[in-house]
């Protein structure tokens, strides 16, 4: 483990951190069989990962995101016809939606950028959606090429802060589930600010515990140690925004199927798990999985969507204005 200072609440330096969940393995991928611990902000209550790895050596825990065989079948899929970027569309329609509810007005021609891209699914329906004019920006140049060639999107390579894009040349910033994955996300969302214009907005997704978190806890499905470096809570995105210099015009808490048949799986110890779901292995063991977690949507969708009303989602979705006169 590197020798970094502890890891402290990105919002409340100086807050105590007390023991949150302890013995938490990589069930999503199985790249590491570690055991991983998170600490609870007193004072927000957000999940911080400690101890962690540094970032020189994170590199290699993300090697199950994105894998050549992952990125050949998606592509092979979509080259038959199949409509493999269902997501993107959800969540271009749901961040239009957003757009719409804070009066931010007609998104056609806007400049947007969507930091930590990925494959390009968000990027490519806001851009045929919305009728923006969409940049992404992503680490990984595996999945950039892959944006670029299946999408025909414009992406940078490397991370928000080396790209030094001219200061306002956006009018939205778009950020789906990037910040769990950063070091210094204060300073990222300064980045934000910077470069969306005043008046534009910055739209950010993240997980966030939720009753499933109580629960199940390290066998919570969107924990995913050790790439997930925080879990934020409303409260935690809300004092880090306005530190950043944004003001908060859109709290919610959505909701996905799933998290609920896929966190009981990973109780029972399941490995791997995205392999098996969308691998298409044919053995018995990873037949059962399947079938039990698709067998268990018809439970999952309507108690999750239950939940979610009472308690509130798992992700956590944030609009926020670059004030017009900052
Ligand atoms: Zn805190």
Same mark, same amino acid.
């Given at each position: 483990?590197?020798?970094?200072?502890?890891?402290?609440?990105?919002?409340?330096?100086?807050?105590?951190?007390?023991?949150?969940?302890?013995?938490?393995?990589?069930?999503?991928?199985?790249?590491?069989?570690?055991?991983?611990?998170?600490?609870?902000?007193?004072?927000?209550?957000?999940?911080?990962?400690?101890?962690?790895?540094?970032?020189?050596?994170?590199?290699?825990?993300?090697?199950?995101?994105?894998?050549?065989?992952?990125?050949?079948?998606?592509?092979?899929?979509?080259?038959?016809?199949?409509?493999?970027?269902?997501?993107?569309?959800?969540?271009?329609?749901?961040?239009?939606?957003?757009?719409?509810?804070?009066?931010?007005?007609?998104?056609?021609?806007? !400049?947007?950028? @969507?930091?930590? =891209?990925?494959?390009?699914? &968000? *990027? #490519?329906?806001?851009?045929? %959606?919305?009728?923006? +004019?969409? !940049?992404?920006? @992503?680490?990984? =140049?595996?999945?950039?090429? &892959? *944006? #670029?060639?299946?999408?025909? %999107?414009?992406?940078? +390579?490397?991370?928000?802060?080396?790209?030094?894009?001219?200061?306002?040349? &956006?009018?939205?910033?778009?950020?789906?589930?990037?910040?769990?994955?950063?070091?210094?996300?204060?300073?990222?969302?300064?980045?934000?600010?910077?470069?969306?214009?005043?008046?534009?907005?910055?739209?950010?997704?993240?997980?966030?515990?939720?009753?499933?978190?109580?629960?199940?806890?390290?066998?919570?499905?969107?924990?995913?140690?050790?790439?997930?470096?925080?879990?934020?809570?409303?409260?935690?995105?809300?004092?880090?925004?306005?530190?950043?210099?944004?003001?908060?015009?859109?709290?919610?808490?959505?909701?996905?199927?799933?998290?609920?048949?896929?966190?009981?799986?990973?109780?029972?110890?399941?490995?791997?798990?995205?392999?098996?779901?969308?691998?298409?292995?044919?053995?018995?063991?990873?037949?059962?999985?399947?079938?039990?977690?698709?067998?268990?949507?018809?439970?999952?969708?309507?108690?999750?969507?239950?939940?979610?009303?009472?308690?509130?989602?798992?992700?956590?979705?944030?609009?926020?204005?670059?004030?017009?006169?900052?």
């Amino acid at each position: 483990m590197s020798s970094l200072p502890a890891p402290r609440c990105p919002a409340h330096p100086d807050a105590k951190l007390v023991p949150a969940v302890a013995n938490a393995k990589d069930q999503f991928f199985t790249v590491t069989e570690e055991r991983w611990s998170y600490q609870r902000c007193s004072d927000c209550r957000a999940l911080i990962l400690d101890p962690r790895p540094g970032p020189e050596a994170i590199g290699p825990y993300y090697r199950g995101y994105y894998t050549d065989q992952f990125l050949t079948r998606l592509e092979r899929q979509t080259q038959g016809g199949k409509r493999a970027f269902g997501s993107g569309r959800v969540r271009a329609l749901g961040f239009l939606r957003g757009l719409d509810r804070i009066g931010f007005g007609s998104p056609v021609g806007k !400049r947007l950028l @969507d930091v930590g =891209a990925g494959l390009g699914a &968000f *990027a #490519r329906y806001a851009r045929d %959606l919305g009728r923006m +004019v969409v !940049r992404g920006v @992503d680490f990984s =140049a595996k999945t950039a090429e &892959f *944006a #670029r060639r299946i999408h025909g %999107l414009d992406i940078d +390579v490397n991370e928000l802060r080396t790209q030094n894009y001219p200061e306002g040349s &956006f009018d939205l910033v778009t950020a789906w589930h990037y910040l769990e994955h950063v070091y210094d996300p204060l300073a990222e969302l300064k980045e934000m600010r910077r470069v969306v214009a005043p008046g534009g907005i910055v739209m950010v997704e993240t997980p966030t515990p939720s009753l499933a978190t109580k629960i199940f806890g390290p066998s919570w499905m969107y924990l995913m140690p050790p790439t997930h470096l925080y879990h934020y809570r409303p409260q935690t995105l809300v004092t880090l925004f306005e530190q950043a210099g944004l003001e908060v015009v859109r709290v919610r808490r959505p909701w996905f199927p799933g998290e609920w048949a896929g966190s009981l799986l990973f109780t029972l110890g399941v490995r791997n798990f995205t392999e098996v779901l969308f691998g298409g292995g044919t053995s018995l063991r990873e037949r059962a999985i399947r079938a039990a977690f698709f067998g268990m949507m018809p439970l999952d969708v309507p108690w999750g969507a239950l939940v979610a009303l009472i308690f509130g989602g798992s992700n956590l979705r944030v609009y926020a204005r670059r004030p017009a006169d900052g």
